[in-house]
Each structure stands twice: as structure tokens, then as C-alpha cells.
């Protein structure tokens, strides 16, 4: 061993000064990933704070080109290593949803990993960042810090917060604060944020994101207005909404040593069986009995007497159980109505379909995964299928060759299901859990979870089936145009020998008249054009 003493240097960060350090992983890589980012996680807010809620989402969001007056100069403007230079913008986004109780927006606002989506819920948000790297982002490039304005439902008041994060002790610093009177019936929130961004290398991107919102969010109006000045309006095209999802207990197989503790310690129950009974899902009091029979633990002990040990044991014996499969019943899928709903209005294609799939489970947790595919139209021809990806209503945009989604589309043989590739084909993939496997904090991409991955199969290969059967029929209903126009030819003819076989008792004319209208018939019940427009179009 060397005779030097060591000298390096020890501390601790703070969950802040973590993400500050490392904000590349939840998507603040430059300016430009950075502006779609905040518009991102500010927009997924806004809809957990609607949809979730039964709340029918209005959504605006504006994002402004600032003066950089008033901000150091050498802040004005940043290059990072990639070469992006940034100005500065503002961006605000307004929702119609519940609101927040006002003692929580400063943690909300200005303490990372500060959330009121840590429950097993299907939300968007989950890991309690996205807001507050928006701001964290904001306030380190531009120094400036966000402003909040929120008003629940039934509040008579409307708060007004600017805050931002102190970064060496992740707590949120309270620059302005007020209270107004509420006059009217608004609720919900708007919070501004400003920062360093590349509007010109991210405008595709955000479009994009917004368009495939409105996809998945049909029932939500969207309103934009860009730096530019330009106004886009995403209107809703209906108010159907899914069943909003509810919170669930944890299924036994679920949880680990960890949250067995976590959740004995914070359990109101007075005995052990009660323990099992009440705060899990799907066991019930035989179960519960057996259970503790085979951990050895005594069902009258109280939850906080157990030893490690006790827990460990319990936590096995749990695990030796055949226990019902999570429903999946508290998710909030979309459904194939509004699938192939957004998916025509946006694409504009030929064709759609859509699949929902029954719950399955990984780990514990339960999803439910949902395919549409949509076919011809206004799709351009692509080589490979265009993907759409979501997770828990969010579109996925980056990372696409990262993700088990694409993995799985491109594995699957197309010309099985009648399409030559290049073509004009979009597949939708929507995954719905209280626990997307996400490869990053970005949420950006899923993971290759084996359950996962055989569902997404399942489904994409049931709804290209749909597409399958709707181009045999119509395979076979051109075949039988085709057939008719051939017949149709020969009209003029047959009609001249019936008309002289009645010895003219009918009329050439007539007869022709008649067979052609036969032959109609005959298409329209196929559901092809009328005979007269084919023999247009083939003349
Ligand atoms: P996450 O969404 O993962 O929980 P965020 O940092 O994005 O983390 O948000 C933190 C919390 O702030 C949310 O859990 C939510 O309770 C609250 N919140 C943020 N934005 C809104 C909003 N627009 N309306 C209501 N609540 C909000
Ligand atoms: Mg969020």
C-alpha cells in the first residue's frame, strides 16, 4: 500500500444538484430537446390534472420568442457542446383541471422529487421531476424563476406564486406570492416557465408531439400559438372520455422486502391478517390464514411486532401462493372507438382499426396494451411502418429504436397480413400501467419487459388481422368490378338479342337500362362505386 494518505473528497448531493448535474437524463440535453421538453412535461401535467380527473381538457399552451432585456447578457444566449444556440422564451401552458391546494406548490413547484403521483394510480407523471426540471432548466439558463397560478375547484381564491429551487438543499425559494379573490367559476393552472431554447431545431418535434396528442386525446382541445405567431388549434372531435383510472392497492406479487416494511409500519391495521386481508389486493381471509401458516407468524401479531426476519419469511411465503392476476380494471385505456377515431381524424387514412388487449401483468403490476393500425389515404408510403407510440396517453418521440415497440413492429412479417412494404401503414401502440417499464426518467422509451413485449405482439398482430380481412374484401370486391365491367360490355349486345328473341315485345333500351341496374345492384351491395363510374373510369 502506498505510504500516501488518500485525499479524495466526500459529500453527499441533493436530488437537485443530482439532475442539475444530469439533466441530459430527463431530456435537458440542449435547447432545442430542452423547449420540447418543458412543453412536454408542462402539457402532460395539465392533462393528469384533466383527463385523470373527468375533467373534459382545455389546454393552452404559448410559447413566446423573449426580449432578452433585463437578463445578464452572457445568458441571453448559450452554445452548447453540440454547437445549439439558444434564445430566450418563455413558455405557458394553461389547463382547465382540479387545481392545487396552494400549501403544496412551492414543494411541487420547487423541490424535485416532490409528487402527488407516488400512489399506484395510472397518471402520466410518475417519477416527480417534469415540472421541476422545467424550472430547474429555466432558472439555470436565465436566472429567471417560474410563476405559478392555480385555483381549485371549489376555492373561492386564486394563488400566485414565483418560485424556484435552491439547488444545494432541494427546496423551493418563494419569490412573490398573492392572493386574489375568484370572481368566477375558473379553475385549474398556468404556470410559466422561461429558458434558453432552440425553437427552429425543435418546432417539428413539438408539432409533433401536440398532433399525437390529439390523437390519443381526441376528447381534448388543444390550443397552440407558437413563436412565430402562428395559431393551431387542436379541437376536440369528441367528448367521449375513458373511464379516468383509479388508485389501487399493491398485488402481493409486487412487492419486495422494502415495501412490505414500508407498508407494515404505515399500516392502520391492528393484526396481521387484517394486514394481508386489507391492504393488498386479492387476498382474501383463507388465503390470508394459509399465508401466515406457512411464514409460521401468528395471525393476531400486530404488523409493527414483525423482525426482519418475520418479514422475510412473510414475503416468501407470499410468493408460494397462487394468487388472482391484478384486473386491470383501474386502468384508463382508451378503447378502440377513440382510437380509430384519432387515428382517422389526424391521418386521414383508407382504413383504421384498433385492439384492446385484456390486462396482463409483469411484476405485479397490471397493463393493458392497445394497437391501431390505419391504412392507405393520406399516409405517406413509408419502408418501414410509421410507428405511433404512447405510454399512459403520452407520446413517445425520441429514442424510437431503443424502444420493444418498434423492436416488435419491425420483427413482424407484413406480407403475411397482405402489405408489400414500402406502403402506406401507420401501427399505434398504446401501453397502460400504474408502472410504464420506462428505460429513463425522459420517459422516452420502453423497456424490453418479456410480458410486455408478448403483449405488444398480440396485439399488433390482432389488429393487423383487421387489416388483412378489409383488404381481401376488398381485393375481392375489385375482383368482382372488374368482373362486372367485363359484363358490362357485353350489355349493349345481350340487349339487342333479347329485344329481338321478344320479337321487340321489349325494348333494346329498356333492357339495357335494366341490366345495368341489375349489375349496380349487385356492386352496391359489394359497396363499390356505382357501375357507371367504374366503366368511366375504366373507359
Ligand atoms: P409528476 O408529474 O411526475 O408528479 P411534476 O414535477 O411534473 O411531477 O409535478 C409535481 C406535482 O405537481 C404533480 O404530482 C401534481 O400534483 C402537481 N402539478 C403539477 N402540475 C399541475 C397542474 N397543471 N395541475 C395540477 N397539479 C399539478
Ligand atoms: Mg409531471
Excluded at 141 to 163: D, M, N, R, W
Excluded at 351 to 375: D, L, M, P, Q, S
Excluded at 386 to 405: F, G, H, T, W
Aim: hydrophobic share 40%; glycine share 6%.
Amino acid at each position: 500500500m502506498s505510504e500516501v494518505e488518500s485525499v479524495e473528497k466526500f459529500r453527499a448531493l441533493s436530488p437537485s444538484e443530482f439532475f442539475y448535474r444530469n439533466r441530459e437524463i430527463a431530456g435537458f440535453s440542449n435547447p432545442a430537446r430542452a423547449l420540447y421538453q418543458t412543453v412536454r412535461e408542462l402539457v402532460e401535467n395539465a392533462l393528469d390534472a384533466t383527463d385523470t380527473h373527468h375533467i373534459l381538457p382545455d389546454i393552452k399552451v404559448i410559447i413566446k420568442s423573449e426580449n432578452s432585456e433585463g437578463l445578464k447578457t452572457s445568458t441571453a444566449s448559450v452554445e452548447d457542446s453540440e454547437g445549439y444556440e439558444g434564445i430566450l422564451y418563455s413558455v405557458q401552458v394553461e389547463d382547465n383541471g382540479i387545481g392545487l391546494p396552494p400549501q403544496h406548490v412551492p414543494r411541487a413547484f420547487g423541490q424535485l422529487l416532490y409528487s402527488s403521483k407516488y400512489v399506484l394510480r395510472q397518471s402520466r407523471g410518475m417519477f416527480g421531476l417534469g415540472a421541476k426540471m422545467a424550472i430547474l432548466y429555466g432558472q439555470i439558463t436565465t436566472g429567471k424563476p417560474a410563476e405559478v397560478i392555480t385555483s381549485q375547484i371549489l376555492s373561492k381564491k386564486i394563488y400566485y406564486f414565483k418560485v424556484s429551487i435552491d439547488i444545494a438543499s432541494n427546496t423551493p425559494i418563494i419569490h412573490e406570492f398573492s392572493i386574489m379573490d375568484k370572481s368566477n367559476e375558473w379553475h385549474g393552472t398556468v404556470v410559466k416557465t422561461y429558458l434558453i431554447g432552440d425553437w427552429q431545431r425543435s418546432k417539428q418535434k413539438i408539432y409533433d408531439y401536440l398532433r399525437r396528442t390529439a390523437i390519443i386525446a381526441p376528447y381534448a382541445n388543444i390550443f397552440f400559438e407558437d413563436p412565430e405567431g402562428n395559431i393551431v388549434m387542436f379541437r376536440r372531435s369528441t367528448e367521449e372520455m375513458p373511464v379516468p383510472p383509479r388508485e389501487v392497492k399493491p398485488h402481493p406479487y409486487g412487492v419486495d422486502v422494502e415495501l412490505l416494511k414500508r407498508m407494515l409500519a404505515d399500516t392502520n391495521t391492528k393484526t396481521l391478517l387484517e394486514f394481508l386481508v386489507r391492504e393488498f389486493q386479492h387476498i382474501g381471509e383463507l388465503t390470508a390464514t394459509k399465508i401466515l401458516e406457512n411464514a409460521k407468524l401468528k395471525p393476531n401479531l400486530k404488523p409493527s411486532e414483525l423482525t426482519l426476519n418475520d418479514i422475510t419469511e412473510l414475503m416468501r411465503s407470499i410468493k408460494t401462493f397462487k394468487i388472482k392476476a391484478p384486473s386491470g380494471k383501474h386502468l384508463s385505456f382508451l378503447g378502440e372507438t377513440l382510437i380509430v377515431l384519432g387515428l382517422r381524424e389526424t391521418l386521414k387514412p383508407e382504413y383504421a382499426a384498433a385492439v384492446t388487449r385484456k390486462a396482463n401483468v409483469y411484476e405485479g403490476h397490471a397493463f393493458v396494451v392497445e394497437a391501431g393500425i390505419a391504412y392507405g389515404g393520406k399516409i405517406p408510403s413509408v419502408d418501414k411502418p410509421l410507428l405511433l407510440r404512447y405510454a399512459n396517453k403520452i407520446p413517445l418521440l425520441y429514442d424510437e429504436s431503443a424502444d420493444v415497440m418498434r423492436k416488435v413492429v419491425d420483427t413482424i412479417e407484413w406480407n403475411r397480413y397482405g402489405v408489400t412494404l414500402p406502403a402506406q401503414l401507420a401501427v399505434l401502440i398504446h401501453i397502460c400501467s400504474t408502472k410504464v417499464p420506462y428505460k429513463g426518467v425522459g420517459k422516452e422509451a420502453v423497456a424490453d419487459v418479456p410480458e410486455v413485449e408478448k403483449e405488444i405482439e398480440l396485439a399488433v398482430r390482432e389488429v393487423a388481422r383487421k387489416l388483412k380481412s378489409y383488404l381481401a374484401r376488398k381485393a375481392k370486391e375489385y375482383e368482382e368490378a372488374e368482373k362486372a365491367v367485363t359484363i358490362a360490355k357485353y350489355i349493349p349486345d345481350i340487349a339487342r338479342s333479347l329485344h329481338i328473341l321478344s320479337d321487340s315485345k321489349f325494348s333494346q333500351e329498356n333492357l339495357e337500362k335494366e341490366l345495368l341496374q341489375l349489375l349496380n345492384k349487385k356492386l352496391t351491395m359489394l359497396k363499390i362505386k356505382a357501375l357507371k363510374d367504374i366503366v368511366v373510369e375504366v373507359s
